[in-house]
């Protein structure tokens, strides 16, 4: 990317992805949107082809990659389904997590979730605290050989078909950040309970809440010393940002394609409507934004490959990328008309998803909070 451009490995890595999800993928995607429930065996699919475990160890069935390339896999997924691409995510994540803990922990779960034989999900979020995660009131108290978990977590995203949950307590309450412990939690133990929540969009995602009532967790699966949890998190899931800005992008692109071939064969006073400037220009500003805005994902990106700072960028990522998604979805609705407001479209169910990327992963707000601290500095920070 130094050179703006994809090596020849990275352009051969989307050409094979890009075959997989035009094959694989985008039959039904539109059918599938709208169903409870991400198809096990299409994550089967994606496990077989290697997408669920790209960039993690080869002892666990990862597959060698960079950053960037994840980036290219998470574009074209969200090209064809804008749901699918958040799984690869979530278990990269969960192994990100669970690299600071045992070996043991790692060879029972990271092989099952390469595979696709095994969904995961992060538990962070709860009903009082979402940005800042250093409130969460989940406790975990220390029993002998098991921890004793209660507390709600929500807004988990797979939290309703997931098989266990990165899951993050507060195992010293006297404590802010230095208080939280992770943990892998299996989620058929006795005392959770997982309602779905009825969504605008995500809805084969399954956004859920997990509650916890006296759940009894073995210690073997604490993840890493107590109260080092929130420090093993943060920094780490930076490339989330940037995954979901080139989610939002992808959607967009997608529209924008369907929005120009509508534009060139709908006619309106005796010429396609391609031929208005109110039409062309906008279709122009959207295409110019969506890639300046991928520019600025993949230049991210390869600053994590390089092993340099990067969360500014991300920050960026996640605060521009959705805006300009959602903003040219919208518009790329409107181009068509209201045959596009139908269900029959896939363009509402894109702009319904996209909309979901604005709140994910912190909100605009936040990213701009994060975006002043890196330039000036905390002492500067708005209050």
Known sequence: MAGFGFTEEQEMFRREVRRFVQTEMSPGAAQRAKREGYPKELIKKMGDMGLLGLNLPAEYGGQPADWVSVGIAMEEIARVDTQAYHI???????YLVLQQGSEELRQEWMPALIRGDKVPCLAITEPDCGSDAAALKTRAVRDGDFYILNGEKTSITLGSQADMAVLFAKTDPTQKARGITSFVVPLNLPGITRTRFTDTGWKALGRSSIVMDDVRLPIRYRVGDEGKGFYMVMGQFDFIRVCLGLGALAAAHTSLEEAIAYAKQRNAF???????EAVSFKIAEHATFIE??????????????QGLPHTKESA????????IGVKAIHDS????????YSEEFPIEQRLRDTMGLEMADGTAEIMKLIISREIMGREFLPY
């Open 270 to 276: 005796g010429r396609p409507i391609a031929r208005f």
């Open 292 to 305: 300046a805005a991928r520019l600025l994902c993949y230049r991210t990106l390869w600053l994590k490959d």
């Open 88 to 94: 690869p995510i979530q278990i990269i994540a969960a």
């Open 316 to 323: 960026m990522c996640k605060w521009l990328c959705p805006k």
């Open 333 to 340: 609705l409107l181009i068509h008309g209201h045959v596009a």
